[in-house]
């Protein structure tokens, strides 16, 4: 209560004329405008989702199969999960060099996409055409780890919350820069890759001071003002969904575009209005004086007790330093700490907690990312039109969105309340991917708006889930790397579920099609499937995958019940400092 009232009293003070300067500097070097880059940061950082929108393009312009157009899909999402050397870097550089090397690969890898599909260089050969993409797509792993793995060191009492929005803004990313592209290029794909080249690069370049690690500090109403910034995400979420659902049934002009992405961008800037409250909010509570002045009394020690004392810490230090010294790098794995506690990298990776994390990673996001870039030629196999095609792709982007915060929010406040264990999210989540799976496979007259929807739901819902679990169970210090491992086994299960299994069955149904009608392979340009037949089987078998993915995390639960029944956030409050 008394938080709240200096907090009403501060946000009604204004700033004299001689403070902006020094509040100025205060707001762009504090924690709130470093977590509104972050959110500019995010929102930049999802062009990997846009692959659905551009792959019909590129399989078209250079003559790619679908088995190929998987393949670069699978380099993709490699690139964009193995993010261990960022993490790597992290722990030896600082936040800014991070962030510039992956602005620098970013434009590196997808201006060499664009200069393919526009003609302007020579046909690139399938393995180059994949260097490129996996180079472009991994510079997101550099964004995630400045801004994200910052961030949640920042606040760590409310990385759940933070977690969720900050991968939201991410999964909005995709519809966010297809508004841009459209207002700026008009409907051109090509276009668009050149956007996704430069602009999330010029995004970070803006901000690679500003990003940086902070004391934590102890805010009044911390999760208030995080509900706030949900509420700002939310707005540009729905404005979002209903301006792109209105630019499929009606045709828009280009000042009609550029006045849609007007207030887009107003409503991505809409938590930098909020975080100025917030700073102006610190910089009032620091001025007050305290009033009363604290008393201080002296006591007398004694000698004895805390000669006693001082002798037991420094034996017990002692001893703890001689085993330490005794245990090598690779013996100290068998002596893992309790969970919650700082592991190391090798402890962490060799736990049976990680490793069946990595099998649930590898059963639910490895479907996860299969289904989302086919969901374009899935679209056009049921005999959907290009314009309703690309609608799926938006819907995609943004239930994205609405699964991380959801996630994120949610879990946060069943740990808080009820103590649940945050990995049973994990499997209610799987769960539902299963549904969206077999929608897809035994579909109906319009399923495949829902199927979209369930789709990007669960797979924006397992990101925030995976990275907040890997930070509770394994500690924050090595949490630059711990978090990029934690998703190596995606990329693993997207080549074996992409590549492997689905575009092989697509394309030897598209073959089988070419036979009845007497064609062959080499008669037709590009290999095409049309019909319900085409996505069946590989569908079935990616819900029953992740419906096992969905068995592992619940051994996962069992297995943390007792963590998460204690108070997991009691060192971070004793640690953190008061305003």
Request: glycine share 8%.
């Amino acid at each position: 209560m008394a938080e709240e009232a200096i907090g009403s009293i501060s946000i009604r003070r204004g700033l004299k004329g001689n403070e902006l300067l020094p509040f100025a500097i205060q707001f762009l070097r504090g924690r709130w405008f470093a977590l509104f880059a972050s959110f500019l940061i995010m929102a930049g950082a999802g062009a990997t989702y846009l692959f659905g929108t551009y792959s019909k393009l590129i399989k078209a312009t250079l003559g790619y199969d679908q088995t190929t157009l998987n393949l670069l899909g699978f380099s993709k999402d490699l690139g964009a999960n193995v993010g261990v050397l960022s993490g790597l870097i992290a722990e030896v550089t600082p936040t800014w060099f991070v962030l510039l090397l992956g602005a620098a690969l970013n434009f590196g890898g997808y201006f060499m996409i664009w200069l393919a599909v526009t003609g302007k260089i020579a046909k690139p050969k399938v393995w180059q055409m994949c260097i490129y993409i996996c180079i472009g797509a991994n510079s997101q792993n550099f964004a995630n780890t400045g801004a994200l793995v910052t961030s949640v060191k920042n606040f760590p009492e409310s990385r759940g919350s933070m977690l969720g929005l900050l991968k939201g803004y991410t999964g909005l990313s995709g519809a966010i820069m297809t508004q841009i592209y459209l207002a700026v290029y008009g409907n051109d794909s090509k276009s668009l890759i050149l956007l996704i080249g430069w602009l999330p690069a010029a995004i970070s370049v803006i901000f690679v001071y500003t990003i940086r690690i902070m004391r934590p500090v102890r805010h009044p109403n911390e999760i208030r003002v995080f509900q706030h910034f949900l509420f700002a995400s939310i707005v540009l979420a729905v404005f979002l969904m209903a301006i792109t659902l209105t630019e499929k049934l009606v045709s828009f002009s280009k000042a009609e575009y550029a006045g849609a992405t007007t207030v887009v961008c107003f409503l991505v800037f809409a938590p930098l209005f909020i975080s100025i409250r917030e700073e102006l909010l610190v910089w009032n509570i620091k001025k007050q004086p305290i009033n009363p002045p604290t008393e201080i009394t002296f006591e007398k020690p004694k000698p004895e007790v805390v000669e006693s004392k001082q002798e037991a810490s420094e034996s017990g230090s002692s001893k703890q330093a001689d085993e330490k010294a005794e245990k090598s790098c690779f013996l100290s794995i068998f002596y893992r700490p309790e969970r919650g506690e700082d592991y190391t990298i090798l402890q962490a990776l060799t736990s049976i907690d990680m490793l069946i994390l990595f099998l649930a990673t590898f059963c639910g996001l490895g479907s996860s990312l299969t289904a989302v870039d086919n969901l374009g030629q899935i679209g056009e196999s049921l005999g959907y039109p290009n314009k309703t095609v690309s609608s799926f792709v938006s819907l995609v982007s943004i239930w994205n969105y609405f699964g991380r915060v959801f996630s994120g929010f949610v879990s946060e406040s069943l740990i808080v309340k009820y103590k649940h264990p945050r990995p049973l999210m994990m499997t209610m989540v799987l769960l539902l991917a299963c549904i969206g799976y077999l929608l897809v496979a035994f579909p109906v007259p319009g399923s495949l708006y829902i199927a979209s929807i369930i789709i990007g739901f669960s797979f924006g819902a397992q990101l925030p889930l995976l990275f907040a679990i890997i930070s509770e169970l394994f500690g924050l210090k090595y949490y630059s790397t711990l978090f990029n491992c934690g998703q190596l086994a995606s990329p693993l299960g997207s080549y074996i579920f992409n590549v492997k299994l689905t575009g092989f069955l697509y394309d030897r149904e598209a073959l089988k099609d070419l036979a009845q009608k007497g064609l062959t392979r080499s008669s037709v340009k590009e290999l095409t499937c049309i019909g319900t037949h085409c996505y069946r089987l590989p569908f079935i078998i990616l819900a029953s995958v992740t419906f096992f993915g969905a068995l592992s995390s619940l051994i996962l639960v069992v297995r943390t019940r007792k963590f998460y029944k204690s108070d997991i956030y009691k060192k971070f409050r004793e640690n953190a400092e008061n305003l």
